[in-house]
C-alpha cells in the first residue's frame, strides 16, 4: 500500500468535507456539488483498500469507506462538524456523531454519511440506507457497519465503524487475526505438523478428503451447479473417538491445507450459569466469523451441544434453550464447523441430522502404533534399542496422545540427569505409567 496514495485521498477528502459545510450553508465555494471535486489517481484502488474481487468503489462508497477510516487515520479532519448551532445553542442534528470513551474528537454514524452524501434530500437518504444492509458488500466481506444503535432510535444513528480487518490492512498492512479475549473467545490452532505426521485409519482418510474437497470446490456446487436453491451454505463435521487419536490435530491440518485460520472455541469462557449469557457468548463468537473465511472448532463439545433433558425445572428450560440456539446458529453459519467429543452418544440427537458428516477416530491399530512409534522416538533414541524393539513396545494400546506422553516423560527424565541414556527399561517404564494413568493397569 502506498502512503502517498492514501494521503491523496485525505487531501481530497479534507477539501470535500469544507465544500460540503459551504454548499449546505450557502456559502460562497468553488463547486456547485461535491461530485465536481476531481478524484485523485484510482488506478490502484482496489490494491490500496483490499478490495473484493470485481468491486468498483461508487461515489457514495467511497465517501463512505473514508468517511469511516479518517478517525483513525487523520481524526482532525472531522473537527469540522463541532460548529454549533447558534439557535439552539447545540451541535447541528443532521451532523450525527457518537462520544467515544476516550477519543474526544468526532466519530461519525450513519447521519454523518447521509448528510454529506444526501443534505435534506430525504429519497437520496432512504437510498443511502442499502449501503448498509446484510447484503451489501460492506457487510458481506466484513469491511464496515453501523451499529450501537439503542431500541427504538433512528437506523442511521448507528456508530460507523470500520472493521478491525480493514484497519489491520490499512494501518498496520497485514492480513486480521484476531486476539483471544472476553469479546472473542477463542484461539487460533497451528500446527507444525503434516498430514504425514498423522497416523489414521483409511476410512477417516476419506471422510477428511471429502470435507477437503467442500472447502475448495463449494463455490461451483452452489452457485456453478445452482445447488444452493436446495443445499444450504456451510458444511458441520462431528468428530468423536478416543482421546489423542487425532481430532484436534486433523482440524489443524485441514485448516492448514487449505489455507484457512482455524479457531477453537474456548469452553470456559462461552459456558455460564446465567441465563441468556451462553447465548451472547455464543453470538459474539458466531457474529465475527460470519463473513470470514474461518474454520470453528469446538472441542469437547458435548459441554454445549449435549442432550436435551425433560422440562422439569426453569434450569431445564434455559438449557434447552441454549441447545436450540445452538442449532440455529450452526445451520445458518456459512463456513465450516468441525466439532469433537469423546462420545457420540452424549451430543444431541438434533445436531446428528445438521452434520454432513460424521467421522469416527479409533484407537490406531498395531500397524498404527508401530508407524506412529517410529515417527516420534528420535532417531538418535533408537541406536540405544534392540531390533524388533518398537513392535514390542507397540503391543500396549496407545493413543497417538499418549505415545506423545510417553516420549516427553522419558525426555524430561534424559534432561533431569536421572539417566544418562535412554534404555528400553527407562522407555517400558514410562509406558507403564501412561497405562496406569489412563486406567489401564
Given at each position: 500500500?502506498?502512503?502517498?496514495?492514501?494521503?491523496?485521498?485525505?487531501?481530497?477528502?479534507?477539501e470535500?468535507?469544507?465544500a460540503?459545510i459551504?454548499?449546505?450553508?450557502?456559502?460562497?465555494?468553488?463547486f456547485?456539488?461535491?461530485?465536481?471535486?476531481?478524484?485523485?489517481?484510482?488506478?490502484?484502488e482496489?490494491?490500496?483498500?483490499g478490495?473484493?474481487?470485481?468491486?468498483?468503489?461508487?461515489?457514495?462508497?467511497r465517501?463512505?469507506?473514508?468517511?469511516?477510516?479518517?478517525?483513525h487515520?487523520?481524526?482532525?479532519?472531522?473537527?469540522?462538524?463541532?460548529?454549533?448551532n447558534?439557535n439552539?445553542?447545540?451541535?447541528?442534528?443532521?451532523?450525527g456523531?457518537?462520544?467515544?470513551?476516550?477519543?474526544?474528537?468526532?466519530?461519525?454514524?450513519?447521519e454523518?454519511?447521509?448528510?454529506?452524501?444526501?443534505g435534506?434530500?430525504?429519497?437520496?437518504?432512504?437510498?443511502l440506507?442499502r449501503l448498509?444492509?446484510?447484503?451489501?458488500?460492506?457487510?458481506?466481506?466484513?469491511?464496515l457497519?453501523?451499529?450501537?444503535?439503542g431500541p427504538?432510535?433512528?437506523?442511521?444513528s448507528?456508530?460507523?465503524?470500520?472493521?478491525?480487518?480493514?484497519?489491520?490492512?490499512?494501518?498496520?498492512?497485514k492480513?486480521f487475526k484476531?486476539?483471544?479475549?472476553?469479546?472473542?473467545?477463542?484461539?487460533r490452532?497451528?500446527?507444525?505438523l503434516?498430514?504425514?505426521?498423522?497416523?489414521?485409519?483409511?476410512?477417516v482418510?476419506?471422510?477428511?478428503r471429502?470435507?477437503?474437497t467442500w472447502?475448495?470446490?463449494h463455490?461451483?456446487?452452489?452457485d456453478?451447479w445452482?445447488l444452493?436453491r436446495f443445499l444450504?451454505?456451510?458444511?458441520?463435521?462431528?468428530?468423536y473417538?478416543?482421546?489423542?487419536?487425532?481430532?484436534?490435530l486433523?482440524a489443524?491440518?485441514i485448516?492448514?491445507?487449505?489455507?484457512?485460520?482455524?479457531?477453537?472455541?474456548?469452553?470456559?469462557m462461552?459456558?455460564?450459569?446465567?441465563?441468556g449469557?451462553?447465548?451472547?457468548n455464543?453470538a459474539?463468537?458466531?457474529d465475527?466469523?460470519?463473513?470470514?473465511?474461518?474454520?470453528?472448532f469446538?472441542?469437547?463439545?458435548?459441554a454445549?451441544?449435549?442432550?436435551?433433558?425433560?422440562?422439569?425445572?426453569?434450569?431445564?428450560?434455559?438449557?434447552?434453550?441454549?441447545?436450540?440456539?445452538?442449532?440455529?446458529?450452526i445451520?445458518?453459519?456459512?463456513?465450516?464447523v468441525?466439532?469433537a467429543?469423546?462420545?457420540?452418544?452424549?451430543?444431541?440427537?438434533?445436531f446428528?441430522?445438521?452434520f454432513?458428516?460424521?467421522v469416527?477416530?479409533?484407537?490406531?491399530?498395531i500397524e498404527?502404533r508401530?508407524r506412529?512409534?517410529e515417527n516420534?522416538?528420535?532417531?538418535?533414541?533408537?541406536?540405544?534399542t534392540?531390533?524388533?524393539?518398537?513392535?514390542?513396545?507397540?503391543?500396549h494400546?496407545?493413543?497417538?496422545?499418549?505415545?506423545?506422553?510417553?516420549?516427553?516423560?522419558?525426555?524430561?527424565q534424559?534432561m533431569?540427569?536421572?539417566?544418562?541414556?535412554?534404555?528400553?527399561?527407562?522407555?517400558?517404564?514410562?509406558?507403564?505409567?501412561?497405562?496406569?494413568k489412563?486406567?489401564?493397569?
Amino acid at each position: 500500500m502506498e502512503t502517498t496514495s492514501l494521503q491523496a485521498y485525505l487531501t481530497w477528502f479534507r477539501e470535500l468535507l469544507g465544500a460540503t459545510i459551504q454548499i449546505y450553508f450557502k456559502q460562497e465555494c468553488p463547486f456547485r456539488s461535491i461530485r465536481d471535486i476531481p478524484l485523485p489517481d484510482v488506478r490502484k484502488e482496489s490494491e490500496l483498500f483490499g478490495l473484493p474481487e470485481n468491486v468498483d468503489l461508487s461515489f457514495e462508497e467511497r465517501i463512505i469507506l473514508l468517511l469511516a477510516l479518517v478517525p483513525h487515520l487523520q481524526p482532525q479532519l472531522l473537527d469540522i462538524f463541532f460548529i454549533h448551532n447558534k439557535n439552539f445553542d447545540r451541535p447541528y442534528t443532521e451532523f450525527g456523531g457518537w462520544h467515544g470513551l476516550s477519543h474526544n474528537g468526532f466519530l461519525p454514524t450513519g447521519e454523518t454519511a447521509a448528510f454529506i452524501l444526501a443534505g435534506e434530500n430525504v429519497e437520496k437518504r432512504n437510498e443511502l440506507t442499502r449501503l448498509f444492509s446484510k447484503e451489501h458488500w460492506f457487510y458481506r466481506h466484513n469491511f464496515l457497519r453501523l451499529e450501537g444503535q439503542g431500541p427504538g432510535e433512528p437506523f442511521l444513528s448507528g456508530q460507523l465503524r470500520a472493521s478491525e480487518e480493514l484497519l489491520s490492512r490499512i494501518i498496520r498492512k497485514k492480513e486480521f487475526k484476531p486476539d483471544y479475549s472476553i469479546d472473542f473467545p477463542a484461539k487460533r490452532l497451528v500446527t507444525s505438523l503434516e498430514w504425514e505426521d498423522l497416523i489414521l485409519d483409511y476410512r477417516v482418510i476419506a471422510e477428511i478428503r471429502e470435507i477437503n474437497t467442500w472447502i475448495t470446490a463449494h463455490s461451483v456446487i452452489m452457485d456453478s451447479w445452482k445447488l444452493n436453491r436446495f443445499l444450504k451454505d456451510g458444511y458441520r463435521a462431528l468428530f468423536y473417538g478416543p482421546p489423542g487419536t487425532g481430532k484436534t490435530l486433523t482440524a489443524s491440518l485441514i485448516g492448514k491445507q487449505n489455507g484457512i485460520d482455524v479457531y477453537r472455541v474456548d469452553l470456559s469462557m462461552i459456558v455460564s450459569k446465567y441465563i441468556g449469557e451462553t447465548e451472547k457468548n455464543l453470538a459474539r463468537v458466531f457474529d465475527q466469523a460470519e463473513n470470514r473465511d474461518w474454520i470453528l472448532f469446538f472441542d469437547e463439545a458435548d459441554a454445549l451441544f449435549g442432550k436435551r433433558t425433560s422440562t422439569n425445572t426453569s434450569n431445564d428450560r434455559h438449557a434447552n434453550q441454549e441447545v436450540a440456539y445452538l442449532l440455529q446458529r450452526i445451520e445458518d453459519f456459512p463456513g465450516t464447523v468441525l466439532l469433537a467429543t469423546n462420545l457420540r452418544s452424549n451430543i444431541d440427537e438434533a445436531f446428528g441430522r445438521r452434520f454432513q458428516n460424521i467421522v469416527y477416530f479409533p484407537m490406531p491399530g498395531i500397524e498404527q502404533r508401530i508407524r506412529l512409534w517410529e515417527n516420534m522416538l528420535p532417531k538418535a533414541w533408537l541406536t540405544y534399542t534392540p531390533p524388533g524393539f518398537i513392535g514390542q513396545i507397540a503391543e500396549h494400546e496407545l493413543s497417538g496422545g499418549s505415545i506423545a506422553n510417553v516420549i516427553r516423560r522419558c525426555a524430561l527424565q534424559l534432561m533431569s540427569g536421572k539417566k544418562q541414556q535412554i534404555t528400553p527399561a527407562l522407555i517400558t517404564a514410562a509406558i507403564q505409567k501412561e497405562l496406569y494413568k489412563e486406567g489401564k493397569l
